[in-house]
């Protein structure tokens, strides 16, 4: 080993570029199974300019992301023991109905995003008048009820797509890639696989729960299908009503189809702004229900994965000679530092701006009227945003709300400003920035007594056989052992959508057939009572 004076005495100050093959060899081992790793991940189906979106938000706020995703299975958990607290509905229902409310409260909370204030009625009322409506049925038509139900949670489940085998291809290539990176080294090929570069993929590590998490959290094939279930929905239970002797009001249905909540509105106004009300799992409207939920222990949980895989990083980095804390080491703690001041600089843009949408009509001045009169008509407005009990909180609603939509934007734009400078930094790291004697010298904390170590390879064949690998498999099981705690904590909600053909072979009421009219199609249907109890239908004979 040399001294750091003897190195740039030496060698000069200036770093070494690597040459052009040596930089696509890093690049190809390390940056494209990174973004095979992301491209696994479950995104919602709002198109490729969304998707892009979605990654940039990801790579540059993963708390933020990781909390709107813990966030949806804590929502998902909360309508799953809603759902089971209806002892007096049979165990099957008890899942149906919170299949049908949390598609529609996902609904209610856009609308409440585009509306500025909370639309009525709430998902709760719905739920309560849903339970209500199920469990005082007149004898003649609870069975119908619950066949409804029943088709409505079926063609919500088929709709749903968890992309979980994917998740876990990415996640095994991933890992085998830096399990196979430390076999190289033990073998004594460094080129492109020192503890530097293997830090690089263990600072992203976070991903791997964060993609775990996504397929958990699954959804809806098309945002479109579960509108046009519940819509189908409200149709069947408004047709049992009409066709019985004793037809119910209108207004005591359960009020299901999601655009009865604001007349007037268009849905395709609705549609476009789903990326930023709250369509997309990593990234939550600031409206969102935040009192189902334990906000500062799901931002606590979602903290970790980052926290863990920094530690990891710059642990790995720190133990490659030369022993110390060295430039690669400053810039992956740097990068947590931007990931931790990405999450305040989000919470900040959404509750700065978030004022309700009613706050921002204005009154036309009458100049015959006094300057007092002007103040309380203005002020109605915000009255009523601010009552969701009022009455009238709902008659005017803003056609083209703007505060999410802005504050998404705002949002994307801070997180280009942090991912641009990262990405240069890791492209300048695999080009040679690093590969200087100040860098490789450990000189943050040795000072005065960095030194170079001029030949690593007996050192670097030691922490191959057994530092590096407690430091790169313990941090990944950790991970694994996150996203099993999550799934013990939520799997309720996280396996609310999950129903197998066992299942539906069990129950005598669903029946699958082929209708052929020239066209193979195959469709889920609830057969009426007198027909299943007979076995007619599906050619099935019944097993009583």
């Not at 200036?14 to 095979?36: C, E, G, H, K, M």
């Not at 198109?47 to 299975?73: E, Y």
Request: charged residues 15%.
């Amino acid at each position: 080993m040399v001294t750091l004076p003897a190195c740039i005495q030496a060698c000069g100050n200036a770093p070494n570029a690597y040459n052009i093959l040596d930089i696509q060899q890093r690049v190809s081992t390390w940056i494209v199974p990174l973004f095979i790793l992301i491209g696994s991940m479950h995104f919602v189906p709002l198109g490729k300019w969304n998707a892009a979106q979605v990654t940039v938000h990801l790579l540059a706020d993963p708390i933020n992301s990781l909390r709107c995703l813990l966030s949806k299975l804590a929502t998902y958990q909360w309508w799953h023991d809603r759902g089971q607290r209806c002892m007096e509905l049979p165990p099957e229902t008890r899942k149906d109905i919170a299949m049908i409310m949390l598609a529609y409260d996902a609904w209610q909370e856009i609308l409440t995003c585009r509306a500025g204030h909370q639309i009525e009625p709430t998902g709760e009322d719905v739920f309560e008048t849903l339970q209500k409506w199920l469990e005082e049925s007149p004898q003649d038509k609870r069975l119908a009820r619950l066949d409804a139900c029943r088709t409505a949670a079926y063609e919500l489940a088929d709709c749903r797509a968890s992309g979980l085998s994917k998740t876990l291809i990415g996640t095994v290539n991933y890992v085998v890639i830096i399990g196979a990176s430390l076999v190289h080294i033990i073998n004594g090929d460094f080129n492109n696989r020192t503890g530097h570069s293997i830090a690089f993929a263990m600072l992203y590590s976070w991903l791997i729960p964060t993609v775990l998490l996504s397929s958990m959290v699954g959804g809806f094939n098309s945002k479109y299908s579960s509108a046009a279930t519940l819509n189908r929905l409200y149709t069947d239970l408004i047709n049992i009503e009409r066709d019985s002797n004793n037809p119910a009001p209108r207004n005591a249905l359960p009020q299901l189809s999601p655009f009865t909540s604001i007349p007037g509105e268009s849905p395709i106004a609705v549609y476009e702004s789903l990326p930023w009300c709250g369509a997309n799992y990593t990234y939550c409207p600031p409206k969102s229900h935040w009192g189902r939920r334990n906000p500062i222990g799901i931002t606590a949980a979602a903290s970790v994965p980052t926290l863990l895989a920094m530690f990891s990083a710059v642990f790995m980095s720190y133990t490659n000679p030369t022993v110390g804390i060295g430039c690669r080491s400053v810039q992956q703690f740097g990068f947590y530092v931007a990931w931790v001041v990405s999450a305040f600089l989000t919470y900040y843009i959404q509750f700065e701006d978030a004022v309700p949408i009613h706050s921002q009509i204005r009154i036309a001045e009458d100049p015959t009227k006094p300057s007092s009169e002007h103040e309380e008509h203005a002020a109605e407005p915000a009255q009523q945003a601010g009552n969701p009990g009022n009455g009238n909180a709902n008659a005017n609603p803003s056609p083209h709300p703007t505060a999410p939509k802005r504050q998404w934007h705002r949002v994307l734009a801070k997180d280009a400003c942090i991912l641009i400078p990262q990405i240069a930094f890791f492209l300048a790291g695999f080009a040679g920035w690093f590969n200087s004697c100040f860098c490789w010298s450990a000189w943050f904390n040795r000072l005065g007594n960095a030194y170079v170590v001029l030949d690593p390879q007996e050192l670097i064949l030691a922490l191959a056989r057994k530092t590096w690998p407690l430091l790169t498999f313990i941090p990944i099981f950790v991970h694994m052992l996150f996203v099993f705690g999550i799934w013990i904590v939520f799997r309720g909600g996280a396996g609310l959508f999950s129903v197998s053909e066992e299942e539906r072979k069990k129950d005598r009421n669903y029946v699958v057939f082929v209708a052929d009219d020239g066209l193979s199609r195959a469709s889920t249907v609830l057969l009426p009572v007198t027909e299943r109890m007979e076995g007619r239908g599906g050619g099935g004979e019944s097993d009583d």
